[in-house]
């Protein structure tokens, strides 16, 4: 049932908003998008469509930009290329097309678009006389209706206005064992499989910045993320972490607890303590309403090591 109302954010035709769980992966495509447009359906092409050039079937739809939420584009127009496959939300695979009630003429959905053409043109191969095109995956993370709730959401998510629920940081920073401000330094290479029978993880490594509830014993830190598709921290059409919500330099707040004993890892070289995707509940952007929130929330013993 959850993965059901997940999938939800990418074939919502039967709900006018998406559900609460789906709204924190709209936060991540906000964030790891070049380009968001609110755009309006034009025409959906007959099914099954054509071939790209993997030889995958794919369904174009012409949009109408109706608003650029983030990002530059001189089109008015622009065309989507859906691929029909398996693992695509939004795909009715016993018809081999894209779902009729959510891809209608009229209708209109948030795209989030990989590429900017304000600072990374198409090549000529993906222009269509003046008409831009985008091919799925390796353009856009998905879309989602465009709802007037969801409309205001992404606003406030790109304006930098968005505010966490404080209601579930609170039950987050009680269940945590470990409160930290952490700083990305590295985002170690995904297995590229996604997490099935066989548990699939990334790695990223942090440099902690300061510790708001409980102790570290050193100022690093690696967090394992699960690859699976419903995660709002993953490319939804790619085994990989978003790129941009990820990208070093970028500073988190993470939810953490430890199992038994710590994991710990000593070299020469580094000294940083590791925890799996079963330790992780949780990680946030960083901002000053979350983190005067937390303190005010959290009762930071003295002795916590600041980094």
């Known amino acids: 049932m959850k993965k059901l109302l997940l999938l939800l954010l990418f074939s919502a035709s039967i709900v006018n908003a998406a559900p ?57 127009e622009f065309v989507v ?48 006389g003046k008409l831009e095109r985008y091919i799925t995956p390796a353009d856009h993370y998905g879309l989602s209706v465009a709802d007037a709730e969801t409309l205001s959401q992404l606003q406030q998510v790109i304006d930098g206005t968005r505010r966490e629920d404080q209601k579930a940081l609170r039950q987050f920073a009680q269940d945590a064992e470990l409160v930290v401000i952490a700083e990305v330094s590295e985002v170690q290479r995904s297995p590229n499989f996604w997490s099935g029978f066989i ?44 790129p941009e919500v990820f990208k070093p330099g970028t500073r988190q707040v993470h939810f953490l607890r430890r199992r038994e004993k710590g994991v710990y890892f000593e070299s020469d070289q580094r000294r940083f303590e590791s925890f799996s995707n079963f330790d992780h509940l949780w990680s946030t952007p960083s901002d000053p309403n979350i983190l005067n929130y937390l303190r005010q929330f959290i009762f930071v013993p003295a002795n916590a090591p600041r980094y």
């Not at 939300?89 to 009630?101: A, C, D, M």
């Not at 942090?206 to 995660?231: A, N, T």
């Open 20 to 76: 609460p769980e789906d709204r924190h992966r709209i936060n991540y495509l906000a964030l790891s998008a070049k380009l968001v447009i609110e755009a309006e359906v034009l025409n959906v092409e007959r099914a099954p469509g054509h071939e790209d050039e993997s030889g995958a079937s794919v369904q174009d739809v012409k949009y109408k930009v109706v608003k650029v939420f983030k990002g530059e584009t001189s089109a008015t």
């Open 81 to 128: 290329g859906f691929r029909i496959e398996f693992g695509v939300p939004f795909v009715e695979l016993k018809n081999s097309r894209l779902s009729p009630e959510l891809f209608v003429q009229g209708k209109r959905h948030v795209l989030f678009l990989k590429i900017d053409p304000a600072t990374q043109p198409l090549t000529e191969i993906r222009l269509d």
């Open 199 to 242: 548990r699939s993880t990334q790695s990223v490594d942090y440099r902690v910045i300061e510790v708001l509830k409980g102790s570290l014993r050193y100022p690093e830190l690696r967090v394992d993320f699960l690859l699976f598709q419903e995660s709002p921290f993953v490319d939804p059409f790619e085994p990989h972490l978003l």
